[in-house]
């Protein structure tokens, strides 16, 4: 071990040479090791268990991370770059801020508990610096791609510096590399011309339930190097490297290159000896390769076969010193499953945990005192542990600042309502956008727009035509420059203000991820706008949950929806989208009927995703043109925003309602007209979200057990307008269950109308009569419900 500098002053930098810099990250290496593996075994072994439900962790995937993430914290990490971390390697994460002084050893006692360490990195939920949520597997990868073109749309608009861009950095295990969204993201990528991304392999050759397929080999460096990255790959270390030089070596390097990775997984585990004899029986007849063999006693040999690439600090230095352009790289890093645990190699270490003679032996390895197994450095004398606090304090990482509190962007009071007697709530979105895109409001130059291939059928056109495509290196139209007409006036070029996408819901959302982060990542707000299919949105429903988990902010607008889109047929006709608005956490969801809806609603949604507390929203849309209402005042906007109001009033006590909600609104009107002169005081109820509706509802219902009660909620006030024995019919073009709750805020009798099968081909009246959602099935419930009372 080379002889460290001791410690300066705490404002006093310090130079080490690079031999004292491997022998530092060596150590912070294996402190990282031991606390990962003390917190996991902890919540598991230590910690009470009121449950008798097993707490988990993964000790083995932390271990095999331990020298890549020390390597990468401690020395090539600057402050501007972000990392999305492999998630079984968030204990490795905690770990390295408890060095820093930014983790608390409380959290960490409470790993897996309330109010502790998570147990995967969350934007959200931990205390620590998180740049990217990790945990539905890939995702945190593929987002950095996304990332990085959301800082590239940046630099292009003049809204940050070049000299402030950092990498992307994305750490993964290699089964995370078996991800299909992971492959649509590399396409995508291609075609915006990625940089500033690296995706660092933890290649330990093992999932949860098997080693990986040795077929697979150079199969990873092929796609990704078609793709246009550079594939940097770290199989050996320095201790394998040298031995190769020796007599005998090329033998033993030929012989690794061809070992099937479930016979090295299993002589990792068995050790030096069984090595050995392996090793004897297939090359030991070779020049050369006895005496190598012999040079080493068990232990060393051991250590030799296992100092993969991965592990090695010179080997990890040397590589992220050359990674120095803009270039996306992977780098593939060799590395052992439970690398320096007792569990290294077996193939059930996945879940599989140290007992507590295993863990007390490494602690003691360690010279760590019992009782001192939480100390940041302890077992490595006074001045050691100096040298690597002040080491520690004095990486680039530790300079990272707090993310950043990104000005609110001015919005106008109002956004003004499309003309026209009669529109969609699609067109009208359109319109809307497009206004803006003329507009000098500060709105518009902060909207930024993106669908997967469906920009002209979700109306982006217009919007598009004004403010141009994104594109890194101009791209002109050639259909424009010809002179073929053509409704799309699409330029691209560094200015434009949409980015179109592949047919990949998966990457969409993933995209709408990363721009809605752009205020904490990049100390600038953008306003991002989204249009999918709204039966799509299933598509990539795991990444519009990953995206809200995070808290990031966007517009999505799912069009055209429901049975509505009648020539379609059933593939296309989505049914339960109402649900996913009501029951996704971090996104309020809308379905309006009118154009001042759609209206009222966008400008509540740009408010809405800059507050503090706020979220993303969601407006379900319909290509059906219907005939605008006319407005007496504005007084039904604020129970509007709040989920619905009364679009005819009630004659209290009323007999009865008729609730609806989107594009159903010309059968509810027709029905309520039909039977206003025999039901007195009939109301007719525009609901304008059930997701705001019923979650101030839930919300209203659960403050009673807090004692917290206060008013009653939106919907029980407009419902108290009707009589305790009135008869409510719900109707909409979904679920019908997305209303039909609405029976038990006061115990309405209630009669559902929606849709729960798959749509077919047709137009509206055969439609919406075969599935009862026409005017006449809305009469029939009513009259159902009327004999019920008798």
């Known amino acids: 071990m080379p002889t460290l500098p001791l410690p300066l002053a705490a404002d006093t930098p310090v130079q080490h040479s690079r031999a004292e810099t491997v022998e530092l990250l060596t150590q912070i290496e294996q402190r990282l090791r031991w606390l990962s593996s003390w917190m996991i075994h902890n919540a598991n072994t230590l910690r009470e268990k009121r449950d008798g439900l097993k707490v988990g962790g993964h000790q083995a995937s932390c271990a095999s991370m331990t020298a890549i993430m020390a390597a990468l914290y401690f020395h090539a990490l600057r402050p501007q770059d972000k990392v999305a971390v492999k998630p079984h390697a968030g204990p490795v994460l905690h770990a390295i801020h408890y060095l820093l002084d930014e983790q608390t050893r409380e959290k960490m006692e409470r790993f897996r508990g309330l109010g502790g360490v998570q147990s995967y990195p969350s934007r959200t939920k931990d205390s620590i610096p998180v740049d990217f949520s990790t945990g539905s597997v890939g995702l945190g990868v593929a987002v950095t791609a996304f990332s990085s073109l959301v800082q590239d749309y940046l630099i292009a608009h003049g809204q940050m510096r070049e000299e402030q861009s950092g990498r992307m950095i994305a750490l993964m295990g290699d089964a995370e590399l078996d991800e299909g969204n992971i492959y ?33 080999f150079r199969r990873f460096d092929d796609i990704f190097e078609t793709c246009g990255w550079r594939v940097v790959t770290l199989k050996h270390g320095k201790l394998q490297r040298a031995a190769f030089k020796r007599p005998g070596g090329k033998a033993l390097e030929d012989w690794i ?6 016979d090295f997984a299993a002589l990792t585990y068995l050790g030096g000896a069984a090595w050995r004899e392996r090793l004897m029986h297939d090359i030991g007849k070779k020049r050369g390769v006895a005496d190598l063999l012999g040079s080493f006693d068990d232990a060393e040999l051991a250590r030799l076969m296992t100092n993969l690439g991965g592990h090695c600090i010179e080997t990890l230095l040397d590589a992220f010193d050359s990674m120095d352009d803009e270039r996306p790289t992977l780098l593939i890093a060799y590395t052992v499953k439970g690398y320096g645990l007792p569990l290294a190699g077996h193939k059930d270490n996945h879940s599989g945990m140290m007992n507590t003679g295993q863990i007390e032996s490494l602690r003691d390895d360690l010279a760590i005192a019992p009782g001192e197994e939480w100390g940041k450095w302890s077992g490595l004398g006074d001045n050691l542990a100096a040298t690597l606090q002040a080491f520690v304090d004095s990486s680039p990482i530790a300079r990272k600042q707090a993310e950043h509190a990104a000005p609110a962007i001015p919005l106008p009071d109002r956004l003004p309502v499309p003309e026209g007697a009669e529109q969609s709530t699609q067109a009208a979105f359109g319109k809307v956008l497009h206004d803006l895109a003329k507009s000098s409001e500060p709105l518009a130059d902060r909207l930024v727009t993106t669908a997967p291939d469906v ?3 979700t109306n982006l056109g217009a919007f598009v035509n004004q403010r141009g495509l994104f594109r890194r290196q101009e791209l002109a139209d050639v259909f424009q420059r010809v002179k073929i007409p053509s409704a799309q006036k699409w330029s691209a070029h560094r200015a ?42 299933a598509r990539g429903l795991d990444a519009l949950n990953y995206g809200c988990y995070q808290d990031s902010r966007f517009l999505l607008v799912g069009t055209p929806s429901g049975i509505t889109l009648a020539g379609e047929g059933g593939a296309h006709q989505s049914i339960n ?119 101030d509802w839930s919300a209203q219902r659960a403050a009673r057990w807090t004692g917290k009660a206060q008013g009653p909620s939106h919907i029980e006030r407009l419902l108290g307008a009707l009589g305790p024995d009135a008869g409510l019919v719900t109707v909409l073009d979904g679920s ?6 609405l029976g038990g805020v ?45």
């Not at 434009?496 to 993933?510: D, K, M, S, T, V």
């Not at 709408?512 to 904490?520: Q, V």
């Not at 559902?752 to 009862?772: E, K, S």
Request: aromatic share 10%; glycine share 8%; with cysteine.
């Open 577 to 695: 989208t109402p649900l996913i608005g009501m029951g996704q956490p971090g996104l309020e969801s809308f379905e309006p009927a009118f154009a001042d809806e759609v209206a009222l609603m966008m400008c509540w949604a740009f408010r809405h995703m800059q507050a503090d507390g706020g979220s993303s929203v969601y407006l379900r849309l319909t290509t059906r043109v219907i005939e605008q209402v006319a407005r007496d005042s504005s007084a039904w906007e604020e129970d509007a925003i709040a989920g619905a109001y009364w679009l005819r009033e009630p004659a209290g006590p009323a007999e009865a309602a008729i609730a609806f909600c989107g594009a159903v609104a010309p059968e509810a009107m027709a029905a309520w007209e039909a039977l206003s002169d025999d039901i007195p005081g009939l109301g007719l109820l525009a609901v304008t979200s059930p997701d705001r509706l019923h979650r």
């Open 455 to 457: 920009t002209q059928t």
């Open 736 to 741: 019908p269950s997305a209303l039909s709750w």
């Open 746 to 790: 006061h115990g309405h009798r209630v009669s559902p109308l929606g849709t729960d099968r798959f749509g077919q081909t047709g137009d509206l009246p055969d439609l919406y009569r075969t599935y009862r959602l026409d005017n006449e099935a809305i009469i029939d419930a009513m009259a159902d419900l009327l004999l019920q009372r008798g």
């Open 184 to 216: 649509e993201c590399l396409i995508e990528g291609y075609k915006h011309d990625l940089r500033n991304c690296w995706w660092v392999v933890d290649y330990n050759r093992q999932s949860l339930d098997a080693t990986t397929a040795d077929r697979m």
């Open 496 to 537: 434009g203000q949409h980015i179109e996408l592949g047919i990949a819901e998966n990457n969409f959302f993933l995209a709408l991820a990363a721009l809605g982060l752009a205020a904490p990542h990049f100390g600038t707000r953008l306003m991002p706008v989204g249009t999918v299919y709204d039966p799509f949105i």
């Open 257 to 262: 290159e061809t070992c099937p990775n479930a």
